[in-house]
């Protein structure tokens, strides 16, 4: 069985300071790995993903992710965040298979003006 | 393209009624999934459908939960009789074709709240 583990369930930041987001998977075969991020009522929307190859994958609204099999963490970073940042952001793994999607319980993004 | 379209936005009903929600993936997408999401915690996938036969259902309440996929596009969520702890959100989304690197496209959900 595949899980996913989002170690703080809120993050405040100051605006225009960096941000890094926690996730660890585990899983007992390949997995592909999502962050999405949901707006006040509205539903998720994918920021990024790693398939394979390159480790560091790249985002929309400047958001990049790292890919560690070693460690089996997939966190999330943004060197300077904005107001609009602010969102809940979750951490998500594929099987590959029948592409059951496995989702964690979500950080909340708070930026600080 | 247009996204995914759920209905209604919002529903408020007392216990013991039934709901139904309703879904139009994105055209072509072979793939459509229903995910509970209660307040404070990550989606939950309640069933999984590949065209219109069930891939995953294991997690759907099935005495009081069902769903259908008409035709391989449209679909629909019924609960009957609701019960107060399924107050949450169910989004539905969808993906081009079942397979792990295939993102979920999702609609903006549907909020019950069950008195």
């Known amino acids: 069985a595949q899980s996913v583990t989002q170690l703080d369930s809120q993050v405040p930041v100051f605006e225009e300071a960096p941000v890094e987001l926690r996730c660890n998977y585990s899983?007992?075969?390949?997995?592909?790995l999502f962050w999405y991020v949901q707006y006040p009522n509205q539903g998720l929307q994918l920021l990024l993903k790693?398939?394979?190859?390159?480790?560091l994958v790249k985002g929309i609204n400047g958001f990049e992710a790292e890919f560690n099999k070693s460690q089996t963490s997939f966190h999330l970073r943004k060197p300077s965040v904005h107001i609009s940042d602010t969102a809940e952001y979750f951490c998500a793994v594929s099987d590959g298979g029948y592409q059951k999607v496995t989702f964690g319980i979500g950080t909340k993004l708070q930026v600080i003006p | 393209e247009a996204g995914v379209a759920q209905s209604p936005r919002y529903k408020i009903i007392e216990k013991r009624q039934s709901v139904a929600f309703w879904c139009n993936p994105i055209?072509?997408?072979?793939?459509l999934y229903w995910y509970q999401q209660i307040l404070g915690q990550g989606p939950k996938l309640l069933i999984q459908?590949?065209?219109?036969?069930?891939?995953?259902d294991s997690q759907l309440p099935k005495d009081r939960f069902s769903a259908e996929r008409l035709k391989g596009v449209d679909s629909t969520l019924k609960i009957q009789p609701a019960k107060l702890e399924d107050s949450a959100v169910y989004l539905c989304?969808?993906?081009?074709?079942?397979?792990?690197?295939?993102?979920?496209?999702f609609g903006n959900g549907t909020r019950l709240t069950v008195t």
């Open positions: 899983s007992s075969v390949s997995v592909y």
């Open positions: 790693y398939l394979s190859g390159s480790t």
């Open positions: 989304a969808s993906s081009r074709r079942t397979g792990g690197n295939s993102p979920l496209h």
């Open positions: 055209s072509g997408h072979a793939t």
């Open positions: 459908f590949q065209n219109n036969g069930v891939v995953d």
